[in-house]
């Protein structure tokens, strides 16, 4: 019975191609003209035949054929030219009218052997269990829902303070995707992806619709997790229509939230869902012509769980550092939030009050005193509805850094430590501030001992200092212990840097103590640099490589 009805199918699709091309042979290509032409064309020299029937006068010139209306032209001025007379078979109409009917039938018949072979296929294999979990993933993928509108983003850099540094990072980001044209001329390349990293609450999102605001181009938002599921193939589908939407309104901004979720290092825990999304995203982002004018923006407070991949050159190749702001960021972003409200507020007291404090954390406590001076029924804000409020942000569920006065100088010395060990040892940084190093990551393929062992003296430094000045250990050395200690044992056990070639942890401790020592002998000497760079520390809560090559210029210590 299926045999029969293919071969039926096969005979009536050939007698259509031959009813197609006999139409196409017999039809009727002449060009109609009209009287003026006519008249052209019969004054030349170059008419080979002219054939009448009972409608139109067929001319054969110029290798083309044509015809007008018999009614138009009286014969009788035709002279010198043999003309012939037959009866016009309309056979080319009746076929073109045929091979309309014939390619309609031909559709139907096409759309009933489909419905039919669709019906069947699945009538045979209903009852299959794996059919069944396969047309569930199937609709699983259609059905989910996914949202990628781009949102024109009215977010200036005015509209967020203290990320001046940043703002110089992202100004040719923007020009770019302004005037492409301009440094397409010039043969420049800018960052497919930009990474921007840093603490939760410091601005990332509010900066990457910044950029997307100043450069007046569509901005489509997702976070990482949007893009984690269950079922193999849908993380993928959705990166590709993120990224397909993105192109076809570039120039335009695509912004990945917490772009670990999916980016996350492959091996170890496998997971063949992330694994082919994370595939999915690194493919598209190879894609890219540059042309396109589409920019990839990043956000993570981890990258160092992100994938290799994923932050070579090509891809997320520029990160910027966000860091929690300092004195005067604060002073600027406590200025930007009150500047609507009517307040007698000594901003640069409530900023020295808030170390530690991201911007988000500082807007809510400013919306905070805002509600404390509602419930006073009070029609301004003053600086004790902050101090009130403080407490209240500082130990709430989001609970942020906040540090005394014994604390603040704690930090002060222990970091001043860190800046004169990493200056003096010559570890690049952009700065160091109160309560982060901002050292950076070495780009070195290959360390040599001192390498390692300097890296060891600055994450011993402030700990040795705190011991030398304070008689007192503390608890923020937490992760540069634990830092100094990975990298002796790294040296003992796998690059035999000790003094056996077999070790054991008597070898790392004798690589820590002798650092340790060294410390020592070496922050006698610098105890004026040391006073120096704390007082600044507490003062501006930063301190630039600038002013520590300053100071050292002036000490002399060594």
């Known amino acids: 019975m299926r045999k029969s009805k293919n071969i039926f199918i096969i005979i009536f699709g050939i007698i259509i191609i031959v009813l197609l091309s006999l139409a196409l042979i017999i039809r009727d290509d002449t060009i109609l003209i009209d009287k003026d032409e006519f008249d052209k ?38 002279n010198n030219i043999a003309i012939e007379v037959v009866k016009h078979s309309s056979l080319d109409k009746i076929l073109g009218n045929i091979g309309i009917i014939v390619l309609l039938l031909l559709g139907i018949a096409v759309l009933i052997n489909a419905f039919y072979r669709i019906f069947r296929r699945d009538s045979i294999k209903v009852n299959s269990p794996q059919t069944q979990v396969k047309s569930h993933s199937k609709n699983v993928i259609d059905d989910v829902s996914f949202d990628v509108a781009n949102i024109q983003s009215n977010i200036k850099f005015n509209d967020i303070a203290g990320i001046k540094e940043v703002k110089d990072d992202l100004l040719e980001i923007i020009d770019y995707l302004k005037n492409p044209s301009k440094y397409q001329a010039m043969g420049i390349h800018l960052p497919k992806g930009v990474l921007l990293v840093g603490p939760p609450g410091v601005g990332k999102t509010m900066i990457a619709k910044a950029i997307a605001g100043e450069a007046n181009v569509p901005f489509f938002y997702q976070s990482g997790s949007s893009f984690a599921q269950i079922y193999v193939g849908v993380g993928a589908k959705r990166v590709r229509e993120l990224f397909y939407k993105a192109k076809a309104s570039a120039p335009s901004i695509i912004f990945i939230d917490e772009i670990d979720a999916v980016g996350r290092a492959r091996g170890g825990n496998r997971n063949d869902e992330r694994e082919t999304t994370l595939n999915q995203l690194l493919t598209e982002m190879d894609g890219f012509e540059d042309s396109k004018g589409v920019i990839v923006v990043g956000a993570t407070n981890r990258i160092e769980i992100l994938d290799s991949a994923l932050l070579r050159a090509g891809r997320f190749d520029r990160r910027i550092y966000i860091d929690l702001p300092d004195f005067e960021e604060r002073v600027k972003i406590i200025e930007l939030y009150l500047k609507d409200k009517n307040h007698s507020v000594n901003i640069s007291e409530i900023a020295k009050q808030t170390v530690g404090f991201s911007g988000a954390a500082i807007a809510s406590l400013v919306n905070e005193a805002s509600l404390n001076a509602l419930r ?69 393929n290959i360390f040599s001992k001192t390498d390692l062992i300097n890296r060891i003296k600055v994450s011993l430094s402030g700990n040795v200092v705190l011991e030398m000045n304070i008689g007192e250990t503390y608890t923020n050395c937490i992760e540069d212990i634990k830092t100094a200690k990975e990298i002796a044992r790294e040296m003992s056990e796998n690059y035999a840097m000790s003094e056996r070639i077999i070790t054991d942890f008597n070898d790392i401790e004798k690589i820590l103590e002798q650092v340790r020592d060294e410390l020592k002998v070496f922050f006698t000497s610098a105890k004026g640099a040391l006073r120096e760079v704390q007082e600044i ?7 630039t490589k600038e002013e520590l090559r300053d100071i050292f210029k002036r000490e002399m210590f060594i």
């Open 537 to 543: 520390l507490l003062k501006n809560e930063k301190i």
């Open 376 to 444: 006073k029924n009070a029609n301004i804000i003053t600086d004790d509805d902050f101090y009130l409020s403080r407490d209240r942000v500082a130990g709430g569920v989001k609970k942020q850094l906040s540090f005394s006065e014994e604390e603040k100088n704690i930090l002060a010395l222990y970091q001043a430590a860190k800046a004169i060990s990493a200056y003096w040892c010559d570890i690049d940084f952009d700065k160091i501030s109160l309560i982060g190093d901002g050292i950076k990551q070495s780009d070195k």
């Open 41 to 78: 064309i019969i004054t030349s020299d170059n008419i080979r035949r002219i054939v009448v029937d009972d409608g139109y006068i067929y001319i054969n010139a110029n290798n083309e054929r044509y015809k007008i209306a018999r009614d138009l032209v009286d014969l009788k001025n035709i």
